[in-house]
């Protein structure tokens, strides 16, 4: 299964961007956990947000909470990571990725696409 993110760019302070993360599995399984991580140079991957697909349950970092969205989409196979409110603090690569797990952990995923970077300017 392959993982397709998109969506980054050059934005500034303030902005917003929305991310996208498509597969290609043909279905996914209502127990598949949809995450977004993003890594800084020079710092280790951190967790972004999480979706289970079939509940739509979710889970946000303290520091992306009430400024970002994780999403499924009307398109299918598709997540979605809305960025509000972008802080130069923000910037890095994000990556979207799946498991079967709960986690927040990027140990807990098995299956990652490759990243899209993401620069926020002050």
């Known amino acids: 299964v392959q993982l397709q993110a998109s969506g980054g760019g050059l934005v500034q302070a303030g902005d917003s961007l929305r991310l996208s993360c498509v597969t290609s599995?043909?279905?996914?399984?209502?127990?598949?956990?949809m995450g977004w991580f993003r890594q800084a140079p020079g710092k280790e991957r951190d967790f972004v947000a999480l979706i289970r697909w079939g509940t739509q349950a979710t889970s946000y970092a303290d520091s992306v909470k009430g400024r970002f969205t994780i999403s499924r989409g009307d398109a299918p196979n598709t997540v979605f990571l809305q960025m509000n409110s972008l802080k130069p603090e923000d910037t890095a690569t994000y990556y979207c990725?799946?498991?079967?797990?709960?986690?927040?952990?990027?140990?807990?995923?098995?299956?990652w696409g490759q990243g899209t970077l993401v620069t926020v300017s002050s």
């Open positions: 990725a799946s498991t079967v797990s709960w986690s927040t952990r990027a140990s807990g995923y098995n299956n």
């Open positions: 599995s043909a279905r996914i399984f209502s127990s598949t956990i």
